[in-house]
């Protein structure tokens, strides 16, 4: 697609290929100042909530909701999926992810299939249940905004629809498959 | 009122911080710390997005994109200047983030649309980035219905931002 839309401009606009190349490359540059400055405000408050405990604590209150909609008998699984999605919803994009990757390879049955458990963990982290949306916030002030923090309600609302819509289909869906799997058995 | 929101977490934060014996100056800039390797790591792809997304742009494709999906996106009352957006979304997170401040600063940063526009970014994930990311050190070959539940999910989060910044 890319390809082509330089074909057309090399046809309408040749003179133009480079230009809009390098003058999108600049505003990426600028765009990348931005965020750090955003980045530095928020991972400095993400790393005293860390450091103060508040992760794991977020972690031990999910823990029965987990047990529940994941269905698994493991302990060190549930613990990791726990730290997992305690730190997604803290905006800690970077460290949940060594935790997921870990339940993924404890969930893991080597059948090649993916069980019901994997998905629900797959949806969960594709919904993203996110209590502050830092770094939309963090651009939109750096854009002139009066009231950057506006959206949090909004974006709060409608990510807990999607994530409690996220889990309903899962869990409708195991009960469809498990029920095609037994018909097949008999 | 929303004005004070951000301030009195922050605040929040320090206080437990505090009472936990965190050391809260130097806590606070080892995160900060991490900012510079991550802007490094991503800056490659938000210009490499932004590069290609300039091109389409500039080339008409975008346009022709947009009007050839403005119907269904009408239908769902997402405003067709999103289309980008919504579409690049499910992909990359760094790429959506460049998109964002395209809209921000073209319509506003307390317009409707880039309203929901943060919405819609603040309320989704990179799904085809963290499915390969999450099943890239396991066997699971075969993910049934994971993917189509959370596109499903992403398009009813899209319609439901643009619903509440809407009454909101």
Redesign the interface.
Known sequence: ??V???C??VW?SPA??LS??L???A???S???????V???W???????D????SQKLAKLLHPFIKKIFKIEDPETEKLIALNMSANMLGLG?AS?PM??AA??R??D?????THA??M???I????I?L??S???G???A?????????????L???I???A??IS??IL?GKL?SKLAKRRAR | M??Y??PI??IS??C??KR?K?P?YD??????K???P??VD??PY??TI???????R????TAWLASLCSPIFNLLGIPSQLIELVLLRPFTGSGS??I??DI??QF???SYI??CA??I???????FY??A???????????????P??L???V??SI??CL??KI?
């Open positions: 697609m890319v082509g839309s330089i057309t401009l309408t133009g290929v809009t190349m003058g999108s490359a505003d990426a540059f765009l990348a100042l931005e965020l750090c400055a980045y530095a405000v991972l400095g408050m993400l790393e005293l909530v450091a103060s405990g508040l970077n992810t997921g990757i993924m390879k969930l893991d080597g059948s090649g299939v993916a994997i998905i963990l797959i949806v982290n594709s919904t993203s996110q502050l949306p770094t939309v916030i651009l939109r002030a854009a002139g905004s009066l009231s950057a923090g506006d959206i949090i309600l909004p974006t609302l409608s990510t629809c999607t994530f819509l996220g289909l899962v869906f498959r | 929303s004005a929101f951000i977490i922050f934060i320090f437990y911080a936990k965190v809260t806590t606070f800039a080892r995160g900060a991490k900012a510079i991550l802007v991503i800056f938000v210009a932004m590069i290609a997304v300039a091109l389409l500039e080339s008409g494709a983030y460049a964002l401040n921000l600063l506003g940063a307390d880039s309203r943060c919405v970014l603040g309320c989704s994930e990179t799904i963290v499915t990311l999450y099943t890239s050190k396991t066997n699971v070959k075969k993910l049934l219905y994971a993917i539940i959370a499903i999910c992403a009813v989060g439901l931002a509440l910044c909101m």
